[in-house]
């Protein structure tokens, strides 16, 4: 069965061999930027200010110190593995707030074929 997802700015029909699910992660960002703006320096601490939980090829699920609503734009360098680390663009799309943190579910933006597909590898190897 066909759906239609956004990506990259447009809607784009893929089969359901094409599908991802989220696959648990456990992924530390340290200087991600929300709307263009450094959140890190509100948080003078060696903890990661932002992790990474579920990823797949389309997006990601971030636990954040900082709150983030519906909109936002998130940037951060994610490493993934032995893979090289690249930057990556991501809409907020869903918040829920937990205890102190927020967990905001993103759709990525602007991702290379070549990152999709590092994305994809990974998550089959893990």
């Not at 320096?41 to 090829?57: A, L, Q, W």
């Not at 893979?83 to 579910?105: G, H, I, M, R």
């Amino acid at each position: 069965m066909d759906s239609k997802i956004y990506r990259n700015g447009e809607y784009v029909y893929i089969n359901s061999s094409e599908k991802n699910e989220k696959r648990d992660v456990e992924l530390d960002i340290y200087y991600p930027r929300v709307n263009n703006k450094s959140i890190y320096e509100n948080y003078k601490s060696s903890e990661p200010v932002m992790k990474g939980i579920k990823i797949d090829s389309e997006g990601i699920t971030l636990i954040s110190k900082t709150p983030l609503i519906v909109g936002d734009f998130v940037n951060f360098s994610i490493a993934l593995g032995e893979y090289p680390s690249f930057w990556c663009l991501c809409e907020v799309k869903y918040v829920q707030y937990e205890d102190t943190n927020c967990k905001a579910q993103c759709e990525f933006y602007s991702l290379t074929m070549e990152q999709i597909n590092m994305i994809k590898e990974y998550m089959n190897g893990i």
